[in-house]
């Protein structure tokens, strides 16, 4: 599971991402219209950026239960209906993660030996936050389904999403 100063090292990690795609965008659109230059760089490391900044995010966004759900339908369910529901969906989800690690891990692969044009990075670095992300998530995922499976699963988590009734 994702514990708090793990949570807290992503969401670090975020802010400096989006300081550093800051700071590369802004410079580069100042020197390109103030001094007719700009910095070569700039647009494909913003790219790779905005790609760690995108998962992590996401990775983050499940962590807190940010993601869009179907809080309405959920909520209309009996608690044993929300059980279930949760249940197959965190399946689904752990599915899915699986799914996407391993096809994540074999483009990696494949993409190591291609390199980005400009920077020369190995474009497996576009990848590689999906099988972090899929392994993060997947985690997530197993967690709650071992707790739903043990009973140690409070109703109140049943209708995901921060402050989601069960009533």
């Not at 989006?18 to 910095?39: A, C, D, E, K, Q």
């Not at 608690?79 to 899915?96: E, K, Q």
């Not at 920077?119 to 709650?144: E, F, I």
């Amino acid at each position: 599971m994702i514990t708090a100063p793990l949570s807290r090292a992503v969401e670090v990690l975020l802010v400096l991402l989006l300081g550093t795609m800051v700071v590369l965008v802004f410079g580069n659109v100042v020197l390109r219209y103030g001094f007719n230059s700009g910095i070569v760089f700039s647009e494909e490391m913003s790219r790779f950026v905005f790609v760690w900044l995108t998962m992590f995010g996401a990775l983050l966004a499940m962590r807190e239960r940010a993601h869009l759900g179907m809080t309405s339908v959920i909520a209309a369910l009996p608690p044993a209906g929300r059980r279930v529901a949760r249940f197959a969906s965190d399946a689904l989800i752990l599915g899915c993660c699986a799914l996407l690690a391993h096809g994540a891990w074999k483009q990696a692969v494949i993409a190591f030996d291609d390199h980005a044009p400009v920077t020369g990075l190995s474009m497996a670095w576009m990848v590689g936050p999906l099988v972090l992300v899929a392994v993060g998530m997947g985690a997530l995922a197993a967690t709650d389904l071992w707790r739903q499976a043990t009973g140690r699963f409070p109703a109140e988590e049943l209708v995901p999403g921060p402050g989601a009734s069960t009533e």
